[in-house]
């Protein structure tokens, strides 16, 4: 049994509109940093946070369809993490 098809719009598990919009949305948030200097942090965590968004939206609503993909973002968000520990060791 082989899993549906996906549409072409579709990469890598992710919905073609998700990390566009991740994306902008950070551009918008650094832009108001200029204006408000002490909130920049925001626009620079969120776009650090969006590929990770992008892994656990693969993980999650792929497992069923691609579990293979899914493991292969879990593992993804495993190694991150661990570089995160370290980093903390160090």
């Known amino acids: 049994m082989s899993a549906e098809p996906r549409p072409d719009?579709?990469?890598a598990g992710l919905p073609a509109w998700l990390y566009?919009?991740?994306f902008w949305v950070g551009v918008v948030l650094l832009a108001l940093g200029l204006l408000v200097p002490s909130?920049?942090?925001?626009?620079?965590?969120?776009v650090a946070?969006?590929?990770?968004l992008a892994a656990l939206w693969v993980a999650l609503s792929g497992w069923r369809t691609d579990?293979?993909?899914s493991v292969?973002?879990?593992?993804?968000l495993?190694?991150?993490g661990l570089v995160v520990m370290v980093r903390q060791l160090l």
């Open 9 to 11: 719009t579709e990469l």
């Open 20 to 22: 566009p919009l991740g």
């Open 39 to 46: 909130a920049v942090w925001v626009g620079v965590v969120w």
């Open 49 to 52: 946070a969006v590929p990770v």
């Open 67 to 69: 579990r293979r993909l």
């Open 72 to 76: 292969a973002a879990l593992l993804a």
């Open 78 to 80: 495993a190694g991150l």
